[in-house]
């Protein structure tokens, strides 16, 4: 379960809402929990089109959710496997903390400072008009970076094991993010994104 003390801190609450959850779980649970999430799902190479041509994908993915919370982006289809208890059990969590329903989780698995997200937003037409989306960070820290689409302005904001980032309201419309090369040497580190995929809009590519 999550700490009875773990406070939100807002980050953003300008064209979107950027939240974060410090020590969302206990040291050593979230240890556990990191290790037992590298070990049993299902992490896959992936590579997606870029102005035409196909490059690898930076990091391992996966894709879990309800039967038929189909996510396609960059031109990837992800049909969903089904929960794991694990991810049951934080999704379970997660809900309860947030009072958001989530449906599916992307897991992003990032083995060293070379694997990145580039800058992107979250606003496929399956995610709804203004997505809610519950990020959990595991493992090593790092830098979770927003840029406005207008003014230019970046946030930087470092991701500790067991932060709990929360988006909504405009963000994804409003906002860019992504996760940035480093040159520091750091370990592992798994991002679980929890969302809600709207199984009757219209599919359209993009990237997540």
């Not at 992936?46 to 994908?57: D, L, M, P």
């Not at 940035?180 to 599919?203: D, E, H, Q, Y």
Request: contains cysteine.
């Amino acid at each position: 379960m999550s700490e009875v003390g773990a406070v939100t801190r807002p980050l953003i609450d300008d064209e979107g809402r950027l939240d974060l959850i410090d020590n969302f779980y206990p040291p050593a649970h979230a240890a556990e929990l990191f290790a037992t999430l590298l070990a049993e799902l299902d992490w896959r190479e992936e590579s997606i089109t870029v102005y035409g041509r196909r490059v690898a994908v930076p990091r391992l993915v996966c894709w879990y959710g309800d039967r038929g919370a189909v996510y396609t982006y960059s031109g990837v289809r992800h049909e969903p496997l089904p929960w794991t208890a694990t991810l049951q059990d934080v999704r379970a969590a997660v809900q309860v903390r947030t009072g958001w329903a989530f449906n599916s989780v992307l897991g992003n698995l990032y083995r060293d400072g070379n694997d990145a997200m580039g800058w992107h937003a979250d606003k496929e037409r399956e995610l709804g008009a203004e997505p809610r989306i519950a990020a959990l960070s595991l493992g090593a820290t790092r830098v979770f970076k927003l840029r406005h689409n207008k003014r230019r302005e970046v946030i930087s904001v470092p991701l500790e094991a067991s932060g709990l980032l929360l988006m909504s309201g405009r963000l994804q419309h409003c906002w860019r993010h992504a996760v940035p090369k480093t040159r520091r040497r750091v370990g592992p580190r798994i991002n679980l994104t929890f969302r809600c995929i709207l199984p009757s809009a219209g599919r359209q590519d993009g990237l997540s």
